[in-house]
């Protein structure tokens, strides 16, 4: 088998010595550039399988490397050698493309776990992973595909914004099964289902005896999740409290398990996500900015299905084969014209989670062979339209019209936690409008 190579950019030649020892005793071939004008010339020249630069160097900033590199040679992992405490310079190389970086004094066993991920990188490149595909061919999601490709060859945290049943927890696995940490734990975890006082333990696990209850030594998920990726599901439902604890263990890349004398190190990806707007949280003061600045140094938005319905046709005909065989049918039903219309038209405030539910209930409801309209049960709630036709209407249909629709108004309200903004976009209407319903109808 060929060694890998590696390319050392650092001016400071001590720095490049130690790199070159340890990657030499870890078996790879390396080069070594002491300007960015040299290392250009080398990557000109001949093919690297990793390459590690520091931040300064006498003819310019790493960056600049690690962003050509980016572009030129994208399939080459690229990490970064930052000074000790300068956050911002870390969160900057991940932001250009860099997979990883280390701190100044470089500790040799965060550099060597590094190399070893950036080379079971370059092995993940080969292997098939689309076997729990992101469906669609609208543009949105595409460039999420395009995305999340990117991102799994990074370990920068990375947080997904977007609408419940959107794909966040899909998304974040494609981006944890496709990157070098693919065959280690992916551990999800729902920050808004954890009792608060169990909150410590479960993340950072516990020693024997540290509490009530506590009778033998417990894992916490960081250390289940070790080599892989701990998923923060909803994570603004995490408390102030915990969050201090948190941005602590993701920032010194260690936790101390409740009860214990010392840390234990952990090396874990953090990928988190809400339907939650946390910019707004931070502004609230219910989420911390300065965990906030870490989790979030690269955001990935999951799109409403509404704002893709070209895309329910192929979902639906993806989850009618799912559920078929699932439930021993030879082949799946087909959707009547009306219901396929009815499916557009619809604004799916649960999105592709909802799809699913309907679909679900439908294959129960017909006759097996044929998906009508009334078996998809569509609520009414998200496409009333809220025409001024209404008003023509006698008045007992008017009277049902306002009941259906305060009923949506109200589920929306709930759904979106009575943030109107949401509420409003979940309906599909303006936030003055929807403010003008709530007071016309008396909502409360
Ligand atoms: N683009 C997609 N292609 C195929 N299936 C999808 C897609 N997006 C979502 N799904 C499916 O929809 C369901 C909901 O997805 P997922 O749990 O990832 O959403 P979520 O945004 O994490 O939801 P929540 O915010 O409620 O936790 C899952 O069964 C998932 O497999």
Do not use: W
Not at 59 to 75: A, F, V, W
Not at 270 to 281: C, R
């Amino acid at each position: 088998m060929t060694k890998a190579s590696a390319l050392i950019v650092d001016d400071e030649a001590d720095i490049r010595e130690l790199v070159e020892i340890t990657l030499t005793r870890m078996g790879l071939k390396t080069q070594s550039a002491a300007t960015l004008a040299e290392a250009h010339a080398l990557l000109a020249e001949r093919k690297f399988d990793f390459c590690i630069t520091d931040m300064r160097l006498p003819d310019g900033n790493g960056l600049s490397l690690i962003q050509h590199i980016q572009r030129e040679i994208p399939c080459m992992p690229v990490a970064m050698i930052t000074a000790y405490g300068n956050a911002q310079a870390a969160v900057e190389s991940l932001k250009a493309g860099a997979f990883d970086f280390v701190s100044k004094p470089v500790d040799l066993a965060t550099l060597r776990k590094l190399v070893d991920s950036a080379l079971k990188l370059r092995k993940n490149d080969t292997t098939d992973t689309a076997d729990q595909e992101l469906l669609g061919t609208h543009e949105s999601i595409r460039n999420l595909r395009a995305m999340i490709e990117r991102l799994a060859r990074s370990q920068a945290p990375v947080h997904i914004a977007g609408e419940s049943g959107t794909g966040k927890e899909r998304v974040a696995q494609l981006i944890h099964k496709q990157g070098p940490r693919g065959q280690s734990p992916f551990m999800p975890v729902n920050c808004g289902a954890i009792p608060t006082e169990l909150m410590e333990s479960e993340f950072f696990g516990h020693v024997k005896g540290s509490f009530t209850g506590a009778v033998r030594d417990k894992q916490g998920l960081f250390q289940s999740a070790e080599g892989g990726t701990l998923f923060l599901d909803e994570v603004a439902d995490l408390p102030l409290h915990m969050q201090v604890k948190l941005l602590r263990a993701v920032q010194e890349r260690s936790v101390r398990p409740v009860g214990a004398e010392t840390e234990v190190p952990v090396n874990v990806r953090i990928i988190s996500a809400t339907h939650k707007n946390l910019n707004d949280l931070v502004n609230q003061g219910a989420f911390r900015q300065d965990l906030y600045y870490r989790l979030n140094v690269i955001e990935v938005r999951t799109p409403p299905l509404r704002d893709r319905a070209d895309d329910i046709p192929l979902l639906s005909e993806h989850i009618l084969t799912r559920l078929a065989r699932d439930n021993g049918l030879s082949a799946p039903p087909k959707l009547e014209a009306q219901a396929q219309r009815q499916l557009r038209e619809y604004n799916f405030p649960g999105n592709v989670r909802e799809l699913e539910n309907i679909l679900e209930r439908a294959i129960t409801m017909c006759d097996g062979k044929v998906i009508s309209a009334s078996d998809l049960q569509l609520r009414p709630s998200a496409p009333v339209q809220f025409s001024s036709a209404v008003a023509n209407e006698n008045a007992a249909l008017g009277d049902h019209i306002e009941e259906i629709e305060k009923r949506a108004i109200r589920e929306a309200l709930e759904k979106a936690r009575y943030n109107k903004t949401r509420a409003a976009e979940l309906l599909g209407m303006s936030f003055r409008s929807l403010r003008y319903r709530i007071k016309k109808l008396g909502i409360e």
